[in-house]
């Protein structure tokens, strides 16, 4: 017999548990908290996030302030430590968890950011934004990796920062950490690696909203704005044995605590994804 959180009984299915109600305009976002601890950030066009606790009947923990417009998504980071919240304005946020507190702003992108994704051993950020770009960062110390562009040649910082046929709307981490997916509105669906700066694979997609890879990270799905659902086969690769060891130490390490080893540069680098 399946098993309930302590906030849900089985005789509750099919039934309204509870009704959230504090913010004042459209709410945009839902995040739960990856560690199953049943907390829930919202993102909303109030210009706020807030935290709700689901085991103690919904109670909201926190009012996150930090976005001067709207904010449009957040995600969790794999241990539930750091959120990342975008939004208008170009503003990319990241959120202590545990303090609900401000770590620090990314500044890089031109035009709105609306989607973000951290990479499966939360060493990575992506944020896809209607300035043509998907960035990867090192959110540890607020640097860019690497920029996917989407229009070339790539926007000036003043048409980036305008209407076009590029906005990028979605992007996913693919659960082996190696692949990007990403939804734009010139139409297409791209699979990007991380270790390249041309898509590895493109699919027509029209009126594409959001994106997300299956669990073992075969199967991409994509949404439209006239109700579709699309599905891809993702090109298949072998990781290798180098990028699964990385996964596992920085699934437990920060960039600032990998750099703090004794080992060769090489070594440090490529732990650090700065050879990516």
């Given at each position: 017999m399946a098993s309930f959180p302590d906030c849900v009984n089985e005789n509750d299915l099919g039934k309204l548990l509870l009704n959230l109600m504090d913010h004042t305009?459209?709410?945009?976002?839902?995040?739960?908290?990856?560690?199953?601890?049943?907390m829930l950030v919202?993102?909303?066009r109030d210009k706020t996030l807030r935290v709700w606790d689901l085991k103690d009947d919904g109670n909201m923990v926190k009012v996150l302030r930090g976005h001067h417009n709207w904010v449009y998504c957040s995600a969790f980071s794999p241990d539930s430590s750091i959120l990342c919240s975008v939004g208008a304005g170009k503003a990319v946020l990241l959120w202590?968890?545990?303090?609900?507190?401000?770590?620090?702003?990314?500044?890089?992108?031109?035009?709105?950011?609306?989607?973000?994704?951290?990479?499966?051993?939360?060493?990575?950020?992506a944020t896809a934004s209607y300035d043509t770009r998907v960035i990867v960062w090192d959110h540890h110390k607020g640097t860019i990796l690497l920029?996917?562009?989407h229009l070339f040649p790539p926007p000036s910082p003043i048409?980036?920062?305008?209407?076009?046929?590029?906005?990028?709307?979605?992007?996913?981490?693919?659960?082996?950490?190696?692949?990007?997916?990403?939804?734009?509105?010139?139409?297409l669906v791209r699979f990007w690696s991380i270790e390249e700066r041309a898509?590895?694979?493109?699919?027509?997609?029209?009126?594409?909203?959001?994106?997300?890879?299956s669990a073992e990270g075969s199967?991409?799905?994509?949404?439209?704005?006239?109700?579709?659902?699309?599905?891809?086969?993702?090109?298949?690769?072998?990781?290798?044995?180098?990028?699964?060891?990385?996964?596992?130490?920085?699934?437990?390490?920060?960039?600032?605590?990998?750099?703090?080893?004794?080992?060769?540069?090489p070594l440090r680098d490529y732990l650090t994804y700065k050879i990516i």
């Open positions: 305009d459209v709410v945009q976002d839902l995040t739960f908290a990856p560690d199953g601890s049943l919202s993102a909303s202590n968890m545990d303090k609900y507190t401000l770590i620090r702003k990314l500044e890089g992108h031109h035009n709105d950011v609306v989607s973000c994704e951290f990479s499966p051993d939360g060493a990575l950020l920029e996917l562009g048409f980036a920062g305008g209407s076009n046929d590029r906005w990028v709307r979605s992007v996913s981490f693919c659960p082996d950490g190696r692949h990007i997916a990403s939804v734009t509105d010139d139409k898509p590895q694979a493109i699919a027509p997609l029209s009126n594409g909203l959001c994106c997300a890879f199967v991409l799905s994509a949404g439209t704005c006239d109700g579709s659902v699309h599905f891809w086969e993702c090109p298949r690769s072998i990781s290798s044995l180098q990028h699964m060891c990385r996964m596992s130490l920085r699934r437990v390490m920060t960039t600032q605590q990998v750099e703090e080893l004794t080992i060769p540069t």
